[in-house]
């Protein structure tokens, strides 16, 4: 079964490719996520703030194309899974305000 997942491509004044993604990220989709990245070339910063779900094949997706210009922004929600998986000292991840994100207490 497939996953919602909503990929939305816009570009901002100085060219930098934004993907806002919405919904969940796994197995079943993760190939839409990756061809998303593809399309946009160079540098692009994926909004994240409207995913609740992040599967190792996301990550796996996201991992592969951390050295190409990937810039995140992410809930607080995700912000465990890329500090464990070690994402986040590979690529810049800020918050949806700008700064870098806090660890939900729990």
């Given at each position: 079964?497939?996953?919602?997942?909503?990929?939305?491509p816009t570009r901002r004044a100085d060219?930098?490719?934004?993907?806002?993604?919405?919904?969940?990220?796994?197995?079943?989709?993760?190939?839409?996520?990756?061809?998303?990245?593809?399309?946009?070339?160079?540098?692009?910063?994926?909004?994240?703030?409207?995913?609740?779900?992040?599967?190792?094949?996301?990550?796996?997706?996201?991992?592969?194309?951390?050295a190409g210009g990937l810039e995140l922004?992410?809930?607080?929600?995700?912000?465990?899974?890329?500090t464990v998986s070690g994402l986040a000292?590979?690529?810049?991840?800020?918050?949806?305000?700008?700064?870098?994100?806090?660890?939900?207490?729990?």
């Amino acid at each position: 079964m497939t996953s919602p997942l909503t990929l939305t491509p816009t570009r901002r004044a100085d060219g930098t490719c934004v993907l806002t993604v919405v919904g969940e990220i796994d197995q079943s989709n993760a190939d839409d996520l990756a061809a998303a990245l593809d399309d946009a070339g160079g540098s692009v910063v994926v909004d994240l703030t409207g995913v609740g779900y992040l599967d190792s094949a996301g990550l796996n997706v996201l991992f592969a194309r951390s050295a190409g210009g990937l810039e995140l922004i992410v809930p607080p929600l995700l912000t465990p899974v890329l500090t464990v998986s070690g994402l986040a000292e590979l690529v810049p991840v800020h918050g949806p305000e700008g700064a870098a994100p806090d660890a939900p207490s729990g």
